[in-house]
T-cell receptor
Framework: GNSVTQMEGPVTLSEEAFLTINCTYTATGYPSLFWYVQYPGEGLQLLLKATKADDKGSNKGFEATYRKETTSFHLEKGSVQVSDSAVYFCALREGGSEKLVFGKGTKLTVNP | NAGVTQTPKFRILKIGQSMTLQCTQD?????MYWYRQDPGMGLKLIYYSVGAGITDKGEVPNGYNVSRSTTEDFPLRLELAAPSQTSVYFCASSYSRGPEAFFGQGTRLTVV
């Protein structure tokens, strides 16, 4: 079945540090890939997405590139801020499927 | 824009009690979902619906029931609450042809 594996947390960084959160997936077809973010006490919000191979999703300084050859969708940001502290979830949805499949989430804490 | 609205935000139940978690969306989405989020475990799909009158089980349906009498509403019913159902519950919705989902703010349920 489809699955998403993302790096274990928690991740703690200083402000302005570079962020990478790894995400790899297993899928039988050609899924759409997502990063969702969950700020403390809130629901999940879509951060960025990519719907086909080599697409790059970007938003709020975050980027991720859909790599079919390595089945990966790693999240990066060049300079994190305290306000980026949140839990980040990688997810996939197969074309034609009703279901989103989530990774376990990675908690990021950014210290001033 | 209300989006996806869940009520209540918090609830404490005694073992064996029942309750209904409410979810409504005003985006005319035909797909709706219920997830539970346990610490360090990501999101697990409980039930989903692809349209009014149609529901199906997700990964962890035991102990829950759903109905979908209208496009807007997708309530989740717990009949005999157990401590294992202590969790944060999220409702989500999406267009059938849109890959991303929109989430409510969650219901934090404690069963004691």
């Amino acid at each position: 079945g489809n699955s998403v594996t993302q790096m274990e947390g928690p991740v703690t960084l200083s402000e302005e540090a570079f962020l990478t959160i790894n995400c790899t997936y297993t899928a039988t077809g050609y899924p759409s890939l997502f990063w969702y973010v969950q700020y403390p006490g809130e629901g999940l919000q879509l951060l960025l997405k990519a719907t086909k191979a080599d697409d790059k999703g970007s938003n709020k300084g975050f980027e991720a590139t859909y790599r079919k050859e390595t089945t990966s969708f790693h999240l990066e940001k060049g300079s994190v801020q305290v306000s980026d502290s949140a839990v980040y979830f990688c997810a996939l949805r197969e074309g034609g499927s009703e279901k989103l499949v989530f990774g376990k989430g990675t908690k990021l804490t950014v210290n001033p | 824009n209300a989006g996806v609205t869940q009520t209540p935000k918090f609830r404490i139940l005694k073992i064996g009690q029942s309750m209904t978690l409410q979810c409504t969306q005003d985006m005319n989405h035909n797909y709706m979902y219920w997830y539970r989020q346990d610490p360090g475990m990501g999101l697990k799909l409980i039930y989903y619906s692809v349209g009014a009158g149609i529901t199906d089980k997700g990964e962890v349906p035991n102990g829950y029931n759903v109905s979908r009498s209208t496009t807007e509403d997708f309530p989740l019913r717990l009949e005999l609450a157990a401590p294992s159902q202590t969790s944060v519950y999220f409702c989500a919705s999406s267009y059938s042809r849109g890959p991303e989902a929109f989430f409510g703010q969650g219901t934090r349920l404690t069963v004691v």
